[in-house]
C-alpha cells in the first residue's frame, strides 16, 4: 500500500488538498522506501482531519469506496471490485472483512469447475452488493481520479 500513496497524494494536491506531508508524499517515487512513506502518512491524515479508522472500518470503506468506482466504468469486468480488493489482501497480512471476503472469492472466479457454485454465487453477490451498496460521499473529480486508476 505505501506505493499507492505518492499517486493518491498527487490527487490529492490536485483537487486542492494543502500540507508539507501531503505535498513531501505527493513528490515521492513509487519506489519510494515504505518505511519512510509509512512515517508521513499520519501526519497527512492529520493535516486533512482525516481520522484513523480500524482495520474493518478502513477495509469497509476501501470496499465501498472500490465498488463506486468500478460501478463507474463501462469497461469493468464482471469481477472488477472483487479482483481489485483480493489484490489487497497479501500486503495487508490477509485481513478479514470485505477485503479478505474478496479474496477468498477470487479463488473461483477462473475456474471453470465453479461455474455454479455456491462460492461462485458468493462471488456474484458480493461484487453485486460492492458496486451498488451505500456509496462513499466523494468529491466527483476525486472519484474521477480513482476510477481511472482501478482496473
Not at 21 to 50: K, N
Not at 55 to 81: I, N, P, W
Not at 91 to 102: F, H, M, R, T
Not at 127 to 138: C, H, K, Q, S, Y
Request: glycine share 8%; charged share 20%; hydrophobic share 45%.
Amino acid at each position: 500500500m505505501s506505493s499507492q500513496w505518492p499517486d493518491m497524494a498527487a490527487h490529492l494536491l490536485a483537487q486542492g488538498a494543502e500540507g508539507e506531508a501531503v505535498a513531501e508524499i505527493a513528490g515521492l517515487s513509487r519506489t519510494a522506501s515504505p518505511w519512510f512513506v509509512d512515517q508521513l502518512v499520519p501526519e497527512l491524515l492529520s493535516e486533512l482531519a482525516i481520522t484513523e479508522l480500524s482495520a474493518d472500518e478502513a477495509s469497509e470503506l476501501v470496499g465501498r469506496l472500490v465498488g463506486q468506482a468500478v460501478a463507474a466504468r463501462t469497461d469493468a469486468d464482471e469481477f472488477a471490485s472483487v479482483r481489485e480488493l483480493a489484490r489487497l489482501s497479501p500486503d495487508l497480512d490477509y485481513p478479514g472483512g470485505v477485503i479478505g471476503n474478496a479474496y477468498y472469492a477470487s479463488e473461483w472466479l477462473d475456474c471453470e469447475c465453479h461455474g455454479d457454485s455456491p462460492e461462485r454465487d458468493a462471488a456474484v453477490a458480493l461484487e453485486a452488493t460492492l458496486r451498488t451498496g451505500n456509496p462513499v460521499d466523494i468529491d466527483p473529480g476525486l472519484l474521477s481520479a480513482v476510477t481511472a486508476t482501478v482496473i
